[in-house]
């Protein structure tokens, strides 16, 4: 039994995992439900649940128990209860046992069919045991990322081959060596890009921030697991050490972990500035041709459509590098031109700086002088685009008079403080310029000053 792992739960989740105990029970918590308690970390966002019933009758029991949000996934053995107006965790999803041709349906069946061992442990709700066939636990407290059956386990999925580093990048853990050459040498060929590219999107979603994960990282792009993916790198790799070799390839994978994540309000994710540099920045940054470039962002749009990337997100990563080439003394009249064109330039400050800084030789000098450079210019993005999204006291939906009408009190110095404060909140939170939010706002503000 994992101690005190029920109380991980806040009292409305409990309540609820009970309720759906009682009505398809018994049921098993797997996936990052397990880890997260025996390591006292953050539920996740959803929570796994394994049951022994079929899950057309798990519904029709969910509905009859008052759960008319229960409905089927859409992926294989799926069924999802959302749980709303909850931020974490953000919904059920149910999954029944999955079993072997001639082997009955069982827990310790289904867990077979799990990529590594730390993810094959199940938590039986509420009082226990921890299901461990695979001694999980002890890999995740003192030993290694294990496949859960070797080679047959990436057989049966070779998509598991990335799973198997994102879990030792994502848990901090090392990899077992005979496992590390499994995965390494798996073609990816049979699984859709899609999935392949969602598993990466997971992997470079990680902070990737200490020693230890940066060099699965590094291990993970020197494999011939991602020569198919990313091919412009593999030809890098396989072009042997010197200005446009192996040196350049592994520049670019340092520059991916060095780029800096993004601010509030800038309007790209620390994931795409890293797929802009893997794609092509490197070397667009430094292309002077319109020709070349063009042909470039050819290269790299066949590549995001081969890896099936939503038309969204290409556009972003795109524009990313379509201005590269922009020049790294803006002033404020071109800044805004820019931002008015929807172009993320705070991100493409950021992949300049991360490219410029790049190059070990610079020296340290040169590099806080870049830092500091590209901080400013940052932070100019940043004013322009608040003040160009600032309202003024003539847009709120609540006009002066009306404020007067509700405050009661005599014009003076407290109403235009009283606007100011309604247009920081507008300006932040756009939703809230109605009148009725503006009302209640002024009157809790009344309300504190004549407590005070």
Known sequence: MIPSFPNAFAPFIRSLLDDVNRLIGPIHLVGEAPICGLLGKPLPNTLELLVARPLTECRKRLLRGDHPDAVMGHKHNSLLLPIKEWNHPKVLDIGSFRNRPNHLATLEEDLLHRDVTVNAMAYTWPHGPLIDPFHGRHDLLNGEIRLVNGEETLRLNPLRALIFFRFAIQLNRPMHADDLDLAMQTPLDAVPQELVRAELDRILSLPLADEETQNHLRILFASPLVDPILPHLAALKHMGAGPSGEDTWKQILDTTLAISAPADGEEISLLDLRWAILLGGFGLSKSTSQDLMESSLGLVNRRLDALEFSKRRARRILNLLRNLNSTINPTDRQLKRYLQDHI????????????????????????????????????????????????????????????????RLAPGPWLGEMQHKLVDLVSQEPHRNNKNELRNYVRNWIAQQREL
């Open 344 to 407: 993320p330039m705070e991100g493409v400050f950021r992949l300049i700086q991360a490219i410029t800084t790049a190059n070990p030789h610079l020296p340290e000098e040169a590099r806080i002088h870049e830092e500091l450079k590209f901080q400013e210019i940052r932070t100019r993005c940043r004013n322009l685009r608040q003040a160009e999204h600032r309202v003024r006291a003539t847009d709120l939906a609540l006009s002066g008079g009306e404020i007067l009408d509700i405050v």
